[in-house]
């Protein structure tokens, strides 16, 4: 037992947990966890910290000494972390970066990555009757996101994935790393590869707000497909709407930020929150 054990609650230090990145000041994850601390009362704060590459490493070795429980990870410092990690789960060490750490009581650092935890959550949130393992996948994009998307959709039973990227080696990369069940297509022909495919996903940055619109047509895709865009500005891409006007389920990519959340806040502040309307409109509120 600690002194601090022996401290009225009322007395104690609130306890502290932030977000790394290069620059900060986009990031919707101090909106989304101090909503869940004021909603459920506990005495604690959530920070933005700014860090270089060059402050990154000295940074993250002081959090622990100005009371820190953890933090989050975000560009461009994942892959970064990997290595500064003391102990990584499967999932991150498979994704290749870290989103998610936590400073133990024995001064070690544990790393996680749950950008595909909250790529499932969501969609099982927004399109219930949705399972991976239902048909083909297609996956746009090679980059982090496509790699925790990529491990997910594996990790719950999809038989194929298709996955096509604007450089064709980078995801053959990928789909050397992860087996035979990925195949590339090329980028020109992943119009085509939406026949058939009952997921599809948006992984990269195309149909964001000031970004070119994603160049894929949904015509050919099963009337029981689920499409998915991880760009939440704006909230309804241009993939999506082509995807209702169509008649297809369109889950879009806030709730997946909202889900990767929820185990870090619950190993920082020992309580596991709910994503729901509340929180939703909390976040879009800037």
Do not use: C
Not at 268 to 282: I, K, N, Q, S, T
């Amino acid at each position: 037992m600690s002194e601090l054990d022996n401290i009225p609650a009322t007395h104690k230090a609130p306890l502290l947990a932030g977000v790394v990145g290069f620059p900060i000041d986009h990031s919707r994850s101090p909106l989304m966890h101090n909503y869940w601390l004021k909603r459920y009362g506990i005495k604690g704060h959530y920070i933005p910290i700014s860090l270089s590459g060059a402050e990154f490493v000295a940074g993250i070795r002081s959090l622990p000494r100005l009371g820190f429980k953890g933090v989050n990870i975000t560009i461009p410092h994942k892959v970064t972390m990997l290595g500064l990690a003391d102990t990584v789960t499967d999932r991150a060490a498979l994704i290749g970066a870290v989103n998610t750490i936590a400073f133990k009581p024995d001064g070690t650092i544990w790393a996680d990555n749950t950008d595909g935890y909250g790529f499932i959550q969501n969609m099982r949130q927004n399109a219930p009757l949705w399972k991976a393992a239902s048909g083909p996948a297609l996956v746009l994009g090679a980059g982090g996101a496509a790699r925790a998307v990529i491990s997910a959709l594996l990790a719950e039973g999809v038989t194929e994935l298709r996955l096509a990227n604007r450089t064709r080696q980078r995801a053959q990369l990928l789909a050397d790393q992860f087996g035979a069940k990925v195949q590339v297509v090329d980028w020109n022909r992943a119009s085509d590869a939406v026949d058939g495919a009952e997921t599809i996903v948006n992984t990269t940055s195309l149909g964001m707000q000031g970004q070119p619109d994603l160049p894929i047509m949904l015509d050919l895709a099963p009337k029981t497909a689920t499409v998915s865009d991880l760009v939440y500005t704006p909230l309804i891409t241009p993939l999506l709407e082509s995807a209702m006007a169509l008649g297809l389920v369109a889950v879009d990519g806030l709730g997946m930020l909202l889900h990767q959340g929820v185990p870090g806040f619950e190993q920082w502040f020992e309580h596991r929150p709910e994503v729901d309307e509340g929180l939703r409109m909390a976040v879009l509120d800037r």
